[in-house]
């Protein structure tokens, strides 16, 4: 949602925020724009375009190789439709300092007016223009930029990370955040700030973590940050542990492509180091958590809550809680039971999701214990939980969910076990066959990438449909969900995930001659194996072309039939969802959609 960018140093500065907007692209590409600071005095360099970061370079044409200072951003439009004149940067009335924002300014109408009656006149649509024209007043006052930052963040609500630059001063970048992520990435000569590390990745693997509310000073040689109220805080400093590579697209066609045949590696990565011995787990990560939680709640967005949805039967069958999944969006604006005795666990690949965020942040007012399951470290969610289970699946760039999903299911099936073994509501042969089917998966995800060539071409047949349904029972519903999520936010396709048993309660209407339906059928030692089998019978008998996914336990006679291995029922959708996830990403290059960066959407999304 919106990326931001600033470097001061002794390299050119344009050529080193290009990079990291390319980097920071796939968090929003409504627009695009930069601010450079070329000598002292001299005026900055204004330049922004709407659409991708393409228009910008291209208007750019690779001048202003001198500047050593600029700051630069990517936009999800939220106030103000995608054009130019929206883009980020915003100038202050003098035009001498510019300021990109990411986040919403909820009380941007009422400083607008406030500096319109003092004669200020606005160009764009924008809430993050009145913090430029505010910026500008406060600095004109002080003198001093962090001094007016400080001030101007004191007036504003929502949430915000602010970069700002001033020609007058052309090396020093001042930046802000709250309840919105910007990491410093510390350099020889150079510093950065950024939304998250990828945009310096290449150039530095130190990186600072900014708290909440805190204002930082980046010049070529320092980094100073401070408390609202002025006083020095020490940041926490931090090694990056992935590099560069990790997030290029390394022969891919896409970004997705490539994060789906990573995940064997990113569900190997997140088991790794959990089995002391073949039927023990550990997670020292617990630590902080006391034992005597009564019941779990799982609170996430998106794919992140799909993969809440799969765990909660781990949970359940294996440590016996009871677990509730709800949507985070959804449960601050309510008045949920809650106590001590609640373990709150939010699940979130970028750990900024803004609803997810002020869930846990409500979760915790209300006295719960809390636990993220989260990919990026150092990002704002695991920083505000009681503990914190990383997952690792490296950086994952395409807006479309794919590895981070499957390593959030791993993450709760590690923590079911654990708490079953904790609990003893396991024996420990039993513990030992799950470790054994945990640590088989790598490989099993690998066979079935290994074999998704029919299942790419049989998708191209299907690319005129209006509409596609998908059907699971048990664990095999959320995973429904899940390929139906990816089907509308790749394809643009009407798709919708049902329990298979609901069917006859209403969704059945919806089948007419050549429905594609993706049947997911557990294994068929499962008790709802032969209900799945009537499920597809009956949707077939009204016409409906069925695509099935199943392992080789059944036998069956569809002409349209993707195979997987067979795993325990509770692990399948780790299984399963991997040729739905193939299915979406061909549909959406079939119909030459943009696939990594999908209309209308954004990797990190922090707006409520
Ligand atoms: O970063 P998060 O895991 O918190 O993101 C949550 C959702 O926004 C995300 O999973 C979204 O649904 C994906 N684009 C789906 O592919």
Same mark, same amino acid.
């Given at each position: 949602?919106?990326?931001?960018?600033?470097?001061?140093?002794?390299?050119?500065?344009?050529?080193?925020?290009?990079?990291?907007?390319?980097?920071?692209?796939?968090?929003?590409?409504?627009?695009?724009?930069?601010?450079?600071?070329?000598?002292?005095?001299?005026?900055?360099?204004?330049?922004?375009?709407?659409?991708?970061?393409?228009?910008?370079?291209?208007?750019?044409?690779?001048?202003?190789?001198?500047?050593?200072?600029?700051?630069?951003?990517?936009?999800?439009?939220?106030?103000?439709?995608?054009?130019?004149?929206?883009?980020?940067?915003?100038?202050?009335?003098?035009?001498?300092?510019?300021?990109?924002?990411?986040?919403?300014?909820?009380?941007?109408?009422?400083?607008?007016?406030?500096?319109?009656?003092?004669?200020?006149?606005?160009?764009?649509?924008?809430?993050?223009?009145? $913090?430029?024209?505010?910026? &500008? =007043?406060? %600095?004109? !006052? @002080?003198?001093?930029? *962090?001094?007016?930052?400080?001030?101007?963040? +004191?007036?504003?609500?929502?949430?915000?990370?602010?970069?700002?630059?001033?020609?007058?001063?052309?090396?020093?970048?001042?930046?802000?955040?709250?309840?919105?992520?910007?990491? $410093?990435?510390?350099?020889? &000569? =150079?510093? %950065?700030? !950024? @939304?998250?590390?990828? *945009?310096?990745?290449?150039?530095?693997?130190? +990186?600072?973590?900014?708290?909440?509310?805190?204002?930082?000073?980046?010049?070529?040689?320092?980094?100073?940050?401070?408390?609202?109220?002025?006083?020095?805080?020490?940041?926490?400093?931090?090694?990056?542990?992935?590099?560069?590579?990790? !997030?290029?697209?390394?022969?891919?066609?896409?970004?997705?492509?490539?994060?789906?045949?990573?995940?064997?590696?990113?569900?190997?990565?997140?088991?790794?180091?959990?089995?002391?011995?073949?039927?023990?787990?550990?997670?020292?990560?617990?630590?902080?958590?006391?034992?005597?939680?009564?019941?779990?709640?799982?609170? !996430?967005?998106?794919?992140?809550?799909?993969?809440?949805?799969?765990?909660?039967?781990?949970?359940?069958?294996?440590?016996?809680?009871?677990?509730?999944?709800?949507?985070?969006?959804?449960?601050?604006?309510?008045?949920?039971?809650?106590?001590?005795?609640?373990?709150?666990?939010?699940?979130?690949?970028?750990?900024?999701?803004?609803?997810?965020?002020?869930?846990?942040?409500?979760?915790?007012?209300?006295?719960?214990?809390?636990?993220?399951?989260?990919?990026?470290?150092?990002?704002?969610?695991?920083?505000?939980?009681?503990?914190?289970?990383?997952?690792?699946?490296?950086?994952?760039?395409?807006?479309?969910?794919?590895?981070?999903?499957?390593?959030?299911?791993?993450?709760?099936?590690?923590?079911?076990?654990?708490?079953?073994?904790?609990?003893?509501?396991?024996?420990?042969?039993?513990?030992?066959?799950?470790?054994?089917?945990?640590?088989?998966?790598?490989?099993?995800?690998?066979?079935?990438?290994?074999?998704?060539?029919?299942?790419?071409?049989?998708?191209?047949?299907?690319?005129?449909?209006?509409?596609?349904?998908?059907?699971?029972?048990?664990?095999?519903?959320?995973?429904?969900?899940?390929?139906?999520?990816?089907?509308?936010?790749?394809?643009?396709?009407?798709?919708?995930?049902?329990?298979?048993?609901?069917?006859?309660?209403?969704?059945?209407?919806?089948?007419?001659?050549?429905?594609?339906?993706?049947?997911?059928?557990?294994?068929?030692?499962?008790?709802?194996?032969?209900?799945?089998?009537?499920?597809?019978?009956?949707?077939?008998?009204?016409?409906?072309?069925?695509?099935?996914?199943?392992?080789?336990?059944?036998?069956?006679?569809?002409?349209?039939?993707?195979?997987?291995?067979?795993?325990?029922?509770?692990?399948?959708?780790?299984?399963?969802?991997?040729?739905?996830?193939?299915?979406?990403?061909?549909?959406?290059?079939?119909?030459?959609?943009?696939?990594?960066?999908?209309?209308?959407?954004?990797?990190?999304?922090?707006?409520?």
């Amino acid at each position: 949602m919106c990326g931001i960018v600033g470097y001061t140093g002794s390299n050119p500065a344009l050529s080193r925020v290009i990079e990291g907007l390319r980097r920071l692209e796939y968090r929003g590409y409504d627009s695009a724009g930069v601010a450079l600071a070329l000598t002292k005095g001299e005026k900055l360099v204004v330049e922004k375009k709407a659409g991708k970061l393409a228009n910008l370079e291209g208007a750019l044409n690779g001048g202003h190789e001198n500047a050593t200072g600029g700051i630069g951003h990517t936009r999800w439009a939220t106030h103000g439709g995608p054009t130019d004149i929206n883009a980020h940067p915003h100038l202050d009335e003098s035009g001498k300092l510019a300021v990109i924002h990411n986040g919403i300014i909820e009380n941007y109408e009422e400083l607008k007016a406030e500096l319109e009656r003092r004669g200020h006149k606005f160009k764009s649509e924008t809430d993050t223009e009145s $913090v430029a024209h505010l910026l &500008g =007043e406060e %600095f004109k !006052a @002080s003198g001093d930029l *962090a001094t007016a930052m400080r001030s101007v963040c +004191a007036r504003l609500r929502g949430s915000f990370t602010l970069l700002a630059i001033q020609s007058d001063n052309p090396n020093l970048i001042v930046g802000a955040r709250r309840n919105s992520p910007l990491v $410093v990435g510390v350099g020889s &000569g =150079e510093n %950065f700030l !950024a @939304s998250d590390v990828s *945009a310096f990745i290449s150039h530095t693997k130190k +990186a600072l973590e900014l708290g909440q509310d805190q204002v930082v000073v980046v010049t070529p040689n320092e980094v100073v940050v401070t408390d609202l109220a002025g006083k020095t805080v020490t940041p926490k400093e931090y090694e990056i542990t992935w590099d560069a590579k990790a !997030a290029e697209r390394g022969g891919f066609e896409h970004f997705m492509l490539k994060e789906i045949y990573e995940q064997p590696k990113a569900v190997a990565d997140t088991l790794l180091g959990r089995f002391p011995t073949p039927s023990t787990i550990e997670l020292k990560e617990l630590e902080n958590i006391s034992g005597n939680f009564q019941r779990i709640l799982i609170l !996430a967005c998106g794919t992140a809550y799909h993969a809440g949805l799969i765990g909660k039967y781990a949970l359940e069958e294996w440590a016996k809680i009871p677990v509730e999944v709800e949507l985070a969006s959804e449960f601050r604006y309510r008045n949920p039971v809650i106590s001590e005795q609640t373990l709150v666990i939010t699940i979130s690949q970028s750990g900024e999701t803004m609803d997810t965020l002020m869930a846990l942040r409500h979760a915790k007012s209300l006295g719960a214990q809390t636990l993220s399951i989260c990919n990026t470290m150092g990002s704002t969610i695991p920083r505000e939980s009681d503990s914190v289970l990383y997952t690792h699946a490296g950086p994952e760039i395409a807006v479309a969910s794919t590895k981070a999903l499957l390593t959030q299911v791993i993450a709760l099936d590690l923590l079911a076990l654990y708490l079953a073994s904790k609990r003893s509501s396991i024996t420990s042969n039993r513990t030992k066959e799950i470790i054994d089917a945990l640590l088989q998966l790598p490989n099993k995800i690998e066979e079935i990438l290994e074999t998704v060539e029919p299942l790419r071409a049989m998708t191209r047949g299907y690319k005129n449909a209006t509409s596609v349904l998908f059907l699971g029972r048990h664990v095999g519903f959320p995973a429904a969900l899940e390929g139906a999520l990816k089907l509308k936010e790749l394809a643009y396709m009407h798709a919708e995930g049902f329990a298979g048993g609901e069917l006859k309660h209403g969704p059945i209407a919806l089948i007419e001659e050549g429905t594609p339906v993706i049947a997911i059928l557990p294994p068929a030692k499962s008790e709802i194996a032969e209900k799945m089998r009537s499920n597809v019978q009956e949707v077939r008998a009204r016409g409906a072309r069925v695509i099935a996914i199943a392992d080789q336990s059944h036998s069956l006679d569809l002409p349209e039939l993707i195979r997987i291995p067979e795993s325990e029922e509770i692990l399948q959708p780790i299984l399963s969802i991997v040729p739905l996830q193939v299915f979406a990403y061909e549909m959406a290059v079939a119909r030459g959609n943009d696939v990594d960066q999908p209309r209308n959407l954004a990797k990190s999304v922090t707006v409520e």
